[in-house]
């Protein structure tokens, strides 16, 4: 059993910057491939980036690509997203989910959930 907790989120100006944490509990969490999704008002949740176990594999969506950066820390069980060149467009609730299996941006593929964080940009 794996639980997530996300923060960092919160309100921001377009062109600046956040860093989402994604904190877990579980001795086997560095097994584990992590994704970050997000839902806007009235959308679709849909995949943002993810990475592999050990942080050797990364994915991006292709709007993020350049402007945001997945990590982990196996030794902090914890996964970051760093978010630069924000826009009002990235205005949404993001989730880190975690994946027993590969890294996907498939959404089925996630085994536990957090509960999400708002981030919201301003024009």
């Known amino acids: 059993q794996v639980q997530l907790v996300e923060s960092g989120g919160g309100l921001v100006q377009a062109g600046g910057s956040l860093r989402l944490s994604c904190a877990a509990s579980?001795?086997?969490?560095?097994?584990?491939?992590v994704g970050w999704f997000r839902q806007a008002p009235g959308k679709e949740r849909e995949f943002v980036a993810s990475?592999?176990?050990?942080?050797?594999?990364?994915a991006y969506e292709d709007s993020m690509k350049g402007r945001f950066t997945i990590s982990r820390d196996n030794a902090k069980n914890t996964v970051y997203l760093q978010m630069n060149s924000l826009k009002p467009e990235d205005t949404a609730v993001y989730y880190c989910?975690?994946?027993?299996?590969?890294?996907?941006?498939?959404?089925?593929?996630?085994?536990?959930w957090g509960q999400g964080t708002q981030v919201t940009v301003s024009s």
């Open positions: 989910a975690a994946s027993g299996d590969e890294e996907s941006a498939n959404q089925g593929e996630y085994d536990y």
């Open positions: 579980g001795r086997t969490f560095g097994s584990y491939a």
């Open positions: 990475i592999n176990w050990n942080g050797g594999s990364t």
